[in-house]
């Protein structure tokens, strides 16, 4: 489903992605890791073409998409979360997915997309607060807003950039089972960044280390734990 060549992005003196490549398969959930500053966040930035790479291509079911500015990736089919989340502030919950319906693949009318909203803000928990201008969220909240904002165009690939970072272990729980249902009734392949380990391993199948912008391993959850050098560039940092 994806693909990324060689993949090189700088900015100005710092290499934050070197020769990075990877393969995404359809259905998949793959976990992205690795210490801050590794070029994770970058990575998704290159994918979903908010950064052209410098050198390198980004290939989307068969069609090269490096370099296409990210509305156009978006209704490709290609949605992500921000590491950093940025809803609409002074719009309500409701009106930030409707903006994203209205915006994606496929709804044409205002009232076919504030439907689709409506469902999206139900299915992430937030029905009690659609009416709630987004800044007034907390922080799992406004994950969850996140989460429906990308799922509003709707995508065939999601990009999650540490949406468990800051929830106490209840909110992550609840978020993990909200991934699982974001599979289950999307069917959507999935890339995510995290930082809370333990429960990345329970949830993908796979996982690409990345490490001072360099994929240094890659496998399945156990053998990544078991790595030696996966484990001193966690324990090193
Ligand atoms: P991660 O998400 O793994 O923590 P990032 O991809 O955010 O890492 O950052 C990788 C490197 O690129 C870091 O050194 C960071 O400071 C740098 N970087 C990321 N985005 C920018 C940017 N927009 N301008 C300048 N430097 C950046
Ligand atoms: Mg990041």
């Known amino acids: 489903m994806l693909q990324g060549i060689n993949i090189t992005k700088r900015f100005g003196g710092v290499t934050a992605l070197r020769n990075v490549s990877f393969i995404v398969n359809a259905g998949e959930l793959v976990g992205l890791i690795g210490p801050n500053g590794s070029g994770k966040s970058t990575l998704f930035s290159v994918i979903s073409g908010f950064h052209p790479p410098d050198e390198g291509a980004v290939i989307f079911e068969g069609r090269t998409i490096t370099g296409f500015p990210s509305h156009a990736v978006a209704r490709l089919g290609i ?42 803000v139900e299915f992430v928990g937030l029905r009690q607060r659609a009416d709630v201008p987004a800044r007034n969220l ?41 991934i699982a249902r974001i599979r289950r009734e999307f069917g959507v392949t999935i890339i995510m960044v995290e930082h809370v380990l333990k429960a990345l391993m329970e949830t993908c199948e796979r996982v690409i280390v990345l490490s001072s912008g360099e994929k240094i391993a890659e496998g399945a959850p156990a053998e990544i734990a078991a790595d030696p050098h996966v484990v001193s560039v966690y324990l090193g940092k």
């Open 138 to 178: 907390t922080l799992a909240e406004k994950k969850r807003l996140e989460i429906a904002r990308a799922l509003s165009i709707q995508p065939r690939l999601l990009l999650l950039d540490e949406v468990f970072a800051g929830l106490n272990p209840a909110e992550v729980r609840s978020a993990i089972d909200l």
């Open 79 to 120: 949605a992500r979360t921000f590491q950093i989340v940025r809803p609409f502030t002074g719009m309500t919950v409701i009106e930030n997915v409707r903006v994203g319906a209205l915006y994606g693949r496929g709804e044409r009318s205002v009232a076919t997309a504030d439907r689709r909203a409506r469902e999206l």
